[in-house]
């Protein structure tokens, strides 16, 4: 009997695992003992972190696109349809484009995220946003015509991908109008929903003086609450308005809706172990990425380092061993501090993070891995 | 008086009688005791509670230091340094070089790089990447070769060329017309020799597979 391996989602996640299970699995896809099928509501496959370089003219959002043809070995199977609904005791798929289920012995969602603004009152229609190709693009041309006034980066919705690209847009923003000589005519201000300027700790009290030597106004415990695009001001749960000229949100974020709906977890994130990434409430159902609720940053590095942890429990399943491998919270995120300059965390469950000192090598270096993601997609680095 | 008291005086009278000339000696350091004793006391005039506690706490931060100094690791260190004198003093002064010329804070970047690095591996990851080196050695130890390297640019160079000249549409009777052409006779001469080739490799490969 073929075992048939689904994986819904083409992302970062989605696709390095399709590419590792093509090797890891190469014997029994070679003897059609077991299928992996590759599900996405594209075809292409997009590298989101492109966007945050968008609205400085740096990048186009283009440069995160590439066919997921292109990228995924020829010994999966790609197919382009939506899942309408998961029923995890029949292990089977509905779609939008199909009239008949997908039958699966394995689940991995890779589903990721998707962006909820709504949940804000005046949010959509009064604030930018660099976490969507769209939202990238008008943000830039609105940035490139902002020559003097309030600019205000607020962190709305927590958590969200990528939890440094707040403060590493605020930095560039900072930098990048300094360069321009407009800081003088731009004031800029930061929020963030708790007590200090990140969620982890030893990464807030890194950025905290940073921010304060470059007299950037710092607001925390601030929830917004809602905005008011024609007086431009926003209001926040703790009774706080700011005005704005120009407000960057990172709006909230949301997994997809059939997650909760086949009892796999609130708010579209799959209640996983921590270590095995196996669903909590179903079997042979796996969630790793943006999907998986591990208390891991939701980041690109985050699903990199745990496919492996996937690729290898699958495996060990469909040969009938005993799974061994765990994830261990690995993340690593680099930080731009600047237009020329980065800097780094990296931690895991058990470490925290102790960013260097900033230096123009690790901007470099960051560039050079954006340039050269495509070999991660490929499951080559 | 006690009769104790008066018994001690007694003797000491008796030891003064006995050494008088020990006994002077001692009257003439007294005085110079008490000399002391009296720059001691102006010292003491002069001071204030906080000029103590400051004294005070200077004396105990010297003393904690050099016990602090005196741990195990430092004598340890100063063995070693007494030991590597010479080589410490050639590193320091290319310590020194490497300042004077700005190139020390391009080593402190290249190792936040390299911290990076180690930092972002793991195993899968180095596995994997070893592959993909191991096959591309491989395949540049193949292509390295000087009739492999050859053939390659001749290729290549006929591919470019192509793609700068705009395709046409050829069939049976274009083909046949083209046969005529001296470069395609040729090119397609290198051609059969690169299928005879491949397929005498294929073969033997097969065979050897099968003697496995």
Redesign the interface.
């Known amino acids: 009997m073929t075992e048939h391996v689904v994986i819904v989602g083409g992302g970062v996640g989605g696709s390095v695992l399709a590419n590792d299970l093509a090797d890891r699995l190469a014997p029994e896809l070679e003897d059609g003992d077991v299928r992996v099928t590759l599900l996405n509501d594209s075809p292409e496959h997009v590298y989101k972190p492109v966007w945050l370089y968008v609205p400085f003219g740096q990048s186009e959002v283009d440069d995160g696109r590439r066919p997921l043809a292109d990228l995924i070995d020829s010994r999966i199977e790609i197919r382009i349809d939506r899942v309408t609904d998961i029923d995890t005791d029949a292990k089977t798929l509905g779609c939008r484009d199909s009239d008949r289920p997908i039958e699966y012995d394995h689940l991995v969602l890779a589903t990721g995220v998707t962006l909820a603004p709504e949940v804000v009152p005046g949010l959509e229609e009064g604030g930018h946003n660099y976490y969507s190709e769209a939202g990238a693009e008008a943000l830039r041309e609105e940035l490139l015509s902002f020559t003097e006034g309030h600019l205000v980066l607020s962190v709305v919705g927590s958590p969200h991908m990528c939890p440094v690209a707040p403060l590493e847009f605020t930095f560039m923003a900072d930098d990048w109008l300094r360069e321009r000589g407009l800081r003088e005519d731009v004031e800029i201000t930061y929020t963030y929903p708790v007590g200090r300027v990140h969620g982890t700790p030893p990464i807030a009290e890194w950025a905290r003086p940073v921010l304060d030597d470059r007299d950037i106004n710092v607001e925390t415990f601030f929830n917004a609450e809602s905005v008011d695009p024609e007086a431009k001001t926003m209001t926040s749960m703790e009774g706080t308005e700011l005005d704005y000229d120009l407000l960057v949100s990172i709006p909230p974020h949301r997994g997809i809706d059939v997650i909760e709906e086949a009892g796999l977890g609130e708010k579209g994130w799959v209640d996983v172990d921590n270590h095995t990434l196996e669903a909590e409430t179903a079997e042979d159902v796996y969630a790793l990425g943006d999907t998986a609720d591990t208390g891991a940053p939701k980041s690109g590095s985050v699903a990199h380092y745990q496919v492996s942890t996937v690729g290898q429990r699958l495996t060990s399943r469909i040969r009938g061993r005993p799974p061994t491998a765990t994830y261990d919270g690995k993340t690593l995120c680099f930080i731009e501090t600047g237009m020329d300059e980065a800097t780094f965390v990296a931690f895991d469950y058990e470490n925290a993070p102790s960013p260097p000192p900033p230096s123009e090598k690790i901007h470099w270096s960051k560039l050079a891995y954006n340039e050269s993601y495509w070999l991660t997609a490929r499951g080559l680095l | 008086m006690s009769e104790e008291l008066t018994d001690e005086r007694a003797e000491l009278e008796a030891a003064i009688a006995e050494n008088p000339e020990e006994v002077a000696e001692f009257v003439r350091r007294l005085d110079a005791v008490n000399e002391l004793l009296d720059v001691l006391a102006l010292g003491e005039g002069a001071l204030t509670d906080e000029m103590v506690r400051d004294v005070a706490g200077t004396t105990a931060t010297l003393a904690e230091s050099a016990d602090g100094i005196a741990t195990e690791e430092t004598v340890g260190l100063a063995e070693t340094v007494g030991e590597n004198g010479a080589e410490l003093e050639d590193a320091l002064e290319s310590l020194l070089t490497l300042q004077r010329t700005g190139a020390l804070d391009e080593l402190?970047?290249?190792g936040?790089?390299a911290?990076?690095l180690t930092?972002?591996l793991?195993?899968?990851?180095v596995t994997?990447?070893a592959g993909?080196g191991t096959s591309l050695g491989e395949l540049a130890d193949t292509a390295t070769e000087e009739d492999t390297h050859d053939g390659l640019e001749t290729m290549l160079e006929g591919v470019a060329a192509a793609e700068a000249e705009t395709p046409e549409q050829v069939g049976p009777l274009g083909l046949l017309g083209a046969a005529r052409d001296p470069d395609v006779q040729y090119g397609l001469g290198y051609l059969l020799s690169i299928a005879r080739a491949i397929g005498r490799e294929r073969t033997e490969t097969g065979a050897a597979e099968t003697t496995q």
């Open positions: 402190v970047e290249l936040g790089v911290s990076l930092s972002a793991d195993d899968e990851m994997s990447l993909t």
